[in-house]
């Protein structure tokens, strides 16, 4: 009996009846075979997968008893059926989980004891790791451990200290508080943290007015001032300083992201030593483009879509969103689309709420697209990895992303209609028929194929747009030859020097060492103009010349999708998949890259006032 097959349990007694090879259905005594299943004693709130269990065991019971053999260990048994009930038996599922206890432990316990200078940073990371998922395991269903016990206490404790009192101030009271802590919160992480040459008062009061400039300018450019909540900007900003303190001024944080990002790296890497090097192993020292990054990427598309059939990703997904919905009070589909981000990026991030896209309120399209142009897609973390930026630095932008887009998508576009899942989280990954898949490895060659178009499509928009980029720029440097324009090394009028004139003021109230503002300026407008790949890899040839805190400060300023290119994408992806909408996502959409850039560069802010560089 295959899962794919449908069983009726017997009532007592009867014979249960089977769904027909051929695909016909068979009745009993002339009852509807679907009235048959439900009127069944399964309880409603199980999922579907494990009714389908049960009625297959019962199913395998009752051969059994049909051919005279009570007995679960008789000889007769056909071994399908006796492995079929073992598998399924609670026996099986404590060995497959105390398995996995060891498994973890085993892994842990040396991670703990070792003494290696190279490796003893790890201990942190590992020990978080490990008793996630053992308590996980152990509290999954109050299996084993009893959640309801730990989940009062914790309800008491929560209502005693903070939910009652809080509960009991009246509106102006709980937003006065607010304020406050925030304002604590920023002025503290000024002033409060110990200086160094490099981050001193001076500089920090910098980026504070930078950072002020950034979302004062949000503020004034609302659509709806009156409909701002204060709840999601103070959280937002507040998160943003949190995440910041987190990663530059304690150890566990610093070494916990630290090790993410190596063993992101190791990971993706493996897109490059194996499966590229067993094509092109002679090139694979020259770092081409097409031969390194995009191995790497379609690797790691095609991770993903294997995880995504496992449950993995859906579960992290899900479990994340919950609590910027409850936190935020946004909608189920925004933080679906707010924390999957970071992990699989843009245009795809969309598809996990597909069914509900073409009803999205103005607000929640907004919210979509700007979440999209705020953070990179871990599909394109090892190509910026692999060229020498920092790995850290990248995954705590991204992170800190998440609230910044938040807070600064309802700040320039608060919602004012009622959304349709609001109140609710749901994710839902629609496919193609041709993409679905039956097993794991099908899943990973159905990705692989997708990576593949995801490859296909980075290669053809970063060739295409650099080379408009270089005709248009072969246009200005005639014309500024013409009028005597250079830059201050002699060089061509171009458009990247053009926008990184306009942007060295902002680029300046970032925090970045006066000499070199024009050259991180026009590094974020080559970002905008053409891509944050191309920004990256001009910034590692000149990171050596630049100041550390100017490093810094540009990492997270060019750490997200907000570029020209990626306006055309998300327009194209969005208006697939809510074709009658287009007309409005093309008129957010320009306003959304905009609050996109200035998220990368509030994040830049910061790091320029907590980091010690």
């Not at 679960?72 to 609670?90: A, G, Q």
């Not at 899900?318 to 009070?329: E, I, P, S």
């Not at 490093?551 to 570029?563: P, Q, S």
Request: glycine share 8%; proline share 4%.
């Amino acid at each position: 009996m295959n899962f794919d097959e449908l069983a009726v349990l017997p009532q007592s007694g009867e014979k249960p009846t089977e769904k027909a090879d051929h695909g016909s259905s068979s009745s009993h005594d002339g009852v509807d075979e679907k009235q048959t299943y439900h009127n069944q004693s399964i309880p409603s709130q199980e999922p579907a997968r494990e009714r389908i269990n049960d009625i297959d065991i019962e199913a395998a019971k009752w051969r059994r008893r049909e051919n005279g053999e009570d007995d679960d260990d008789s000889p007769n048994t056909p071994w399908k059926d006796k492995l079929l009930v073992f598998f399924h038996s609670r026996y099986a599922v404590w060995i497959r989980d105390f398995g996995l206890i060891l498994l973890i432990l085993g892994w842990w316990i040396p991670a703990i004891i070792n003494d290696t200078p190279k490796v003893r940073h790890r201990w942190i990371p590992s020990t978080i790791f490990s008793w996630f998922f053992i308590l996980l395991i152990l509290f999954h269903k109050s299996r084993y451990i009893p959640q309801r016990p730990f989940a009062r206490v914790f309800a008491t404790a929560w209502n005693a200290v903070l939910g009652k009192p809080w509960s009991m101030l009246p509106y102006a009271g709980k937003l006065s508080a607010g304020w406050i802590a925030l304002t604590a919160l920023v002025f503290g992480s000024t002033y409060g943290l110990p200086t160094t040459p490099t981050s001193n008062y001076g500089n920090r009061t910098i980026s504070l007015v930078g950072l002020l400039l950034i979302y004062g300018g949000m503020f004034l450019a609302s659509s709806n001032h009156r409909a701002i909540k204060a709840r999601t900007t103070i959280l937002g900003i507040g998160f943003q300083f949190i995440i910041a303190l987190f990663v530059f001024r304690t150890g566990a944080g610093s070494s916990f992201f630290t090790w993410i990002s190596t063993a992101a790296f190791d990971l993706l890497n493996q897109g490059v030593i194996g499966g590229a090097a067993f094509f092109w192993n002679d090139l694979i020292s020259e770092h081409y483009f097409f031969i390194n990054t995009l191995s790497s990427i379609i690797f790691f598309v095609a991770l993903c879509v294997a995880l995504f059939y496992l449950g993995v990703l859906t579960w992290v997904i899900k479990k994340a969103a919950w609590f910027f919905h409850k936190t935020f009070d946004i909608s189920g589909a925004e933080a679906v689309v707010a924390v999957a981000s970071p992990f699989i990026g843009q245009g795809e991030n969309v598809v996990l709420v597909r069914p509900y896209a073409r009803l999205f309120t103005r607000a929640e399209f907004h919210q979509v697209l700007v979440s999209g142009f705020a953070t990179i897609a871990g599909s394109v973390l090892s190509a910026y990895i692999s060229i020498g930026v920092n790995g850290r630095d990248l995954i705590t932008s991204s992170v800190m992303s998440i609230p910044a887009s938040i807070a600064a998508s309802k700040l320039v576009y608060p919602e004012t209609q009622e959304a349709e899942t609001a109140g609710q989280l749901s994710i839902e990954r629609e496919e193609q028929e041709e993409e679905r898949a039956n097993d794991a490895l099908h899943a990973l060659s159905n990705g692989a194929w997708f990576g593949l178009r995801v490859a296909g499509l980075i290669f053809c928009n970063v060739l295409v747009i650099v080379s408009l980029v270089y005709a248009i720029n072969g246009i200005l440097a005639y014309i500024g030859n013409a009028w005597y324009i250079t830059d201050d090394n002699g060089g061509p009028l171009s458009l990247d020097l053009i926008i990184g004139y306009i942007l060295w003021p902002l680029t300046f109230m970032l925090g970045v060492p006066r000499k070199d503002v024009l050259t991180v300026s026009q590094l974020i407008a080559t970002k905008v103009v053409q891509n944050e790949f191309v920004a990256y890899s001009q910034f590692i040839k000149i990171q050596q010349d630049l100041d550390p805190r100017a490093v810094k400060i540009v990492t997270y300023a060019l750490c997200g999708f907000g570029n020209l290119g990626s306006l055309g994408i998300n327009i194209g992806v969005m208006s697939a998949i809510a074709p009658k909408r287009k007309m409005e996502i093309v008129r957010l959409a320009p306003s959304a890259l905009i609050t996109g850039v200035f998220v990368t560069l509030s994040s830049a802010a910061i790091a320029g006032i907590v980091s010690a560089d």
